[in-house]
């Protein structure tokens, strides 16, 4: 079995833009030209002032305490060439070069020390991730599985939705789903969430059970928030080795899809309450999982509505059964890669938290 791998993701780098390097040669270049064009008796080296300055923006601080001798070292020459060197205006732009490259070093050493500081809270970032969301693994009890996730915020690496795949003595189980609100309350309620889930799977014989504790999860976390208005929506998902058919239990989620060749259809499966509101739907509503066949070849999608939601240039939704139904395949890596380069294309920026699971029988 081939090693785990993260889903795939969208996540902005921070970059310096190309040309910011070459800052401190293009006025480098400048004074040189200036030199050249005005009269000789003028020093054209006050445009080296700023040298270190600009050095700061791109190179570290022996770089810019570099440049900064080498400005006064230009300045020095073109003055003499002048034959002003010693004259006291002269004087001053040396101490104000000086100055300026005492200045630049510092701030290039802060700048990289700040810098340093930023890539190991943005490991520490990634590592927390990878712990929350787990890397998808590419098989798993008799299937193969592909995901994909995306935050709205590309600086943020867990957003509001989640997901995960247990390969358990019941079967492999699967759950994605999607945390009402956002920002650091819903980091945690994901984390809260994928918690219990893990904790039940492996030991809760029935989907509905094992709904239900993820049920009561939400509702604890609620409580101890304030939060009247919490609730996660999600679908399950468990598939037994060797089946040719997955149960599913939606808890006012998205309605997961089929896929069989050219043709989309979505999984007619009872659509309950979300998770953290079960207590407002009587006992006796509560609904057995819905078994949905999955022979060799058909796909099974689970999604958020970071994907059926998202709108292109003129406010129009993404047509996500046409647009799977034009490409032919239907293996998950497939289905996945199209996924994340289409709502892309089609959307922009997103607006929302994208997550999609993608799986089918070996």
Request: with cysteine; aromatic share 6%; hydrophobic share 50%.
């Amino acid at each position: 079995m081939s090693a785990p791998r993260p889903p795939q993701l969208a996540v902005a780098q921070p970059r310096v833009p190309r040309w910011v390097p070459w800052l401190p040669v293009l006025l480098l270049v400048l004074d040189l030209i200036a030199e050249a064009v005005v009269p000789r008796a003028v020093a054209a080296g006050f445009l080296l002032t700023a040298l270190p300055v600009v050095a700061a923006f791109s190179y570290g601080p022996v770089l810019t305490a570099t440049a900064t001798v080498g400005a006064l070292g230009l300045q020095l020459l073109l003055a003499l060439r002048a034959d002003h060197i010693s004259e006291q205006h002269h004087v001053w732009v040396y101490i104000a070069t000086l100055l300026s490259g005492a200045m630049g070093t510092v701030l290039s050493w802060q700048r990289t020390r700040q810098n340093r500081t930023l890539l190991q809270a943005r490991t520490v970032a990634e590592t927390l991730q990878r712990t929350v969301l787990r890397p998808v693994p590419e098989r798993a009890g008799g299937l193969r599985v592909a995901g994909l996730y995306r935050p709205a915020q590309a600086e943020v690496l867990v957003g509001g939705d989640l997901y995960e795949v247990c390969d358990t003595r019941f079967g492999v189980r699967v759950l994605l789903g999607d945390v009402r609100g956002k920002g650091l309350g819903a980091v945690r309620t994901v984390a809260d969430v994928l918690g219990a889930f893990r904790a039940a799977a492996y030991d809760t014989q029935g989907l509905v059970e094992l709904a239900d504790q993820l049920d009561r999860a939400v509702l604890r976390d609620a409580a101890d928030r304030g939060d009247d208005e919490l609730f996660v929506t999600a679908v399950l998902l468990q598939y037994r080795p060797g089946a040719d058919c997955v149960e599913i239990v939606n808890r006012g989620h998205t309605t997961p899809l089929l896929l069989a060749g050219g043709a989309i259809a979505p999984v007619a499966c009872a659509d309950e309450l979300p998770l953290g509101l079960g207590h407002l739907s009587p006992d006796e509503e509560r609904c057995k999982p819905t078994t949905v066949a999955l022979p060799p070849g058909h796909t099974v999608l689970l999604y958020t509505d970071g994907v059926s939601e998202a709108r292109d240039a003129t406010g129009a939704f993404y047509p996500l059964a046409p647009r799977l139904a034009a490409l032919a395949s239907t293996a998950p890596d497939r289905v996945v890669s199209f996924l994340a380069r289409d709502v892309h294309q089609y959307a922009g920026l997103l607006a929302d938290d994208l997550a999609v699971l993608a799986l089918t029988p070996e």
